[in-house]
Nanobody, 119 residues
Framework: QVQLEESGGDLAQTGGSLRLSCAASGDTFRTTLTGWYRQSPGKQREWVASIGNAGTTYYADFVKGRFSISRDSDNWNTVYLQMNSLKPEDTADYYC????????????WGQGTRVTVSA
């Protein structure tokens, strides 16, 4: 199994920035893709961004140019989501997810970290 712990969620103002962290432990050798998802009250969980083991990044259209996903250069098991130019609609619980060929279903999930952006 893989354990994931998110951190960095906070209250921010519109136009502000936050950096979320996802620390993975356990059988991390099984993972090939690490991603961030978010869920706002009353809405379905949606994909935000992902990074592959080789560093290739992918972004949802609504965060392109504002959010950046990266891996810690000193600790491969930690992935960041740098969020800039925050908007009130970015308010959500943000979840880290890992997937891999040998990982069943939709992968492993963290408990989430809450981001609130005030208008």
């Amino acid at each position: 199994q893989v354990q994931l712990e998110e951190s960095g969620g906070d209250l921010a103002q519109t136009g502000g920035s936050l950096r979320l962290s996802c620390a993975a432990s356990g059988d991390t050798f099984r993972t090939t893709l690490t991603g961030w998802y978010r869920q706002s009250p009353g809405k379905q969980r949606e994909w935000v961004a992902s990074i592959g083991n080789a560093g290739t990044t992918y972004y949802a259209d609504f965060v392109k140019g504002r959010f950046s996903i990266s891996r810690d250069s000193d600790n491969w098991n930690t992935v960041y989501l740098q969020m800039n130019s925050l908007k009130p609609e970015d308010t959500a619980d943000y979840y880290c997810n890992v997937q891999g060929a040998s990982i069943p279903g939709d992968g492993y999930w963290g408990q989430g970290t809450r981001v609130t952006v005030s208008a």
